[in-house]
């Protein structure tokens, strides 16, 4: 929230201005990524409903026809001719059955389901966080590009005006041909690098609009994010709240769960079914039964899955090991990033006022006689030097902050206040969890919001 009041503020200063929370916004509402990975979180939905249907009576219907012919043949003693006759018989019958009882199995399929569902919405959020960073890299390297085009032409702008102050200077014989030349070779350079940095914008442009989903206007200044205060703080509630650390202690619960599926495998399955036929004369019967099975052998199948079950929820502890400390170390560095932004902030701002002092006495010096064209063109270059390296660090350091707001957990459209309806990965999920049919007013409500998606 802090975001997108601090851009809102920024955007009033600057008319017309494009501001990051806008980038952000449009490209959280229009990501391909986003909405790919929404729907396979609805999908995983819909796991859940279907282990629920598994627990639930089964109703299904038949109905056939069958024609059977006899024939007659001659008798040769007879002499009776054989005659073919036809035969049409038909039922309809209605069938029911009801899972009693498996040792667990559906029910830790459901469980195991549900688990699913929570690591992939955990998933859903890591792509959010990667599509909003992407925006806010591509916003600002668009500002870099930009403010890199403004430098080199301010630069050719005073190397322009050096070259025909040398070229003065020459015509009165205070200086030689030699330092025209040199201010005539320091321009072409000065031009053909405004070309290389307007590619270099250009390219910036076009990632922008991959990024966000729409060309930038004129843009404008973005405030660092707010951040912890300390890197033992951001640690603390990257642990907590990072989705890749939450994803990987589901992913766990999903092993242990089916640990137990796989032993309940060794448990007897009973079933009650019923049927009712009726035939083409409307007469009918009934059979009900229960069905009792269980698998006293087989050839040590079930004892490799309990086994293989184990090691993949080994697997998925030693996942969550590794993330986390992975996790630390993205935070380690995303402070260590800006610390060095903020060294070279402060670095290059020195340098810069003394570059400017140096070009100002040169140049004054330079129209004395005390000092030649090459003189004050290395100082303007040195001064260009300098403005580029502030202003890049300046980036990087605002860069920065979203780097470590991304490496905890918190670079969302909710924790960032986006003026945007933002997607609510549990809304789908109770419509469908009790698995509703078509015909049901929660089914019909479900085709509405899928019609709603759809457009």
Not at 148 to 164: A, G, H, K, P, S
Not at 201 to 223: D, K
Request: net charge negative; no cysteine; proline share 2%.
């Amino acid at each position: 929230m802090v975001l997108g009041a601090g851009l809102a503020a920024v955007s009033l200063g600057a008319a017309r201005a494009d501001t990051l929370a806008s980038a952000l916004a449009h490209g959280y509402e229009h990501s391909g990524l986003l909405d790919q990975n929404r729907a396979l979180l609805r999908a995983a939905d819909e796991d859940v409903a279907q282990a629920l249907a598994t627990l639930r009576p089964i109703l299904s219907w038949s109905a056939q026809t069958a024609l059977s012919t006899s024939s007659q043949r001659r008798d040769s003693a007879s002499g009776v001719v054989g005659v073919d006759s036809f035969d049409v018989s038909s039922q309809v019958s209605l069938t029911a059955s009801l899972l009693l009882y498996d040792g667990g199995q559906t029910r830790y399929g459901l469980d195991s389901q549900k688990a699913l569902v929570l690591s992939t919405r955990e998933r859903l959020r890591q792509i959010e966080q990667q599509v909003l960073q992407r925006v806010v890299e591509a916003y600002m390297e668009v500002r870099r590009a930009a403010a890199f085009v403004e430098l080199r032409q301010n630069n050719l702008q005073l190397i322009t005006q050096e070259l025909r102050a040398a070229q003065d200077r020459f015509e009165v014989g205070e200086i030689t041909r030699t330092d025209v030349s040199l201010a005539e070779a320091q321009l072409a350079s000065a031009r053909s690098q405004l070309a290389a940095d307007e590619g270099q914008l250009a390219q910036a442009r076009a990632e922008f609009r991959a990024a966000v989903g729409r060309a930038p206007g004129p843009l404008g200044a973005v405030p660092d994010a707010r951040i912890p205060g300390s890197l033992a703080e951001a640690q603390a509630i990257a642990r907590r709240e990072h989705p890749s650390i939450l994803e990987a202690q589901h992913s766990i619960s999903v092993a242990e769960i089916n640990i137990a599926a796989a032993e309940a495998a060794k448990r007897p399955t009973v079933s009650l079914s019923g049927t009712l036929t009726v035939d083409d004369e409307f007469e009918d019967s009934q059979q009900i039964g229960i069905t009792a099975n269980q698998t006293l052998y087989s050839g040590g199948r079930i004892a490799s899955q309990v086994r293989q079950a184990k090691a993949r929820r080994d697997a998925a502890r030693g996942a969550l090991i590794n993330t986390s400390r992975t996790i630390d170390r993205n935070v380690e560095n995303a402070y260590a990033l800006l610390a060095v932004a903020r060294a070279s902030i402060e670095a290059s701002g020195r340098e810069v006022r003394a570059a400017q002092v140096a070009f100002d006495g040169l140049r004054e010096e330079a129209r004395l006689g005390a000092r030649t064209t090459l003189d004050v063109l290395n100082a303007e270059q040195d001064l260009l030097d300098a403005r580029a390296t502030l202003a890049s660090a300046q980036i990087d350091e605002t860069l920065a902050t979203y780097v470590v707001l991304a490496s905890i957990g918190r670079l969302t459209a909710e924790q960032l206040g986006l003026a945007v309806q933002v997607y609510d990965p549990v809304a789908y999920y109770n419509l469908v969890r009790n698995a509703p049919s078509s015909t049901s007013e929660q089914g019909k409500a479900l085709d509405r919001v899928l019609d709603a998606i759809g457009r």
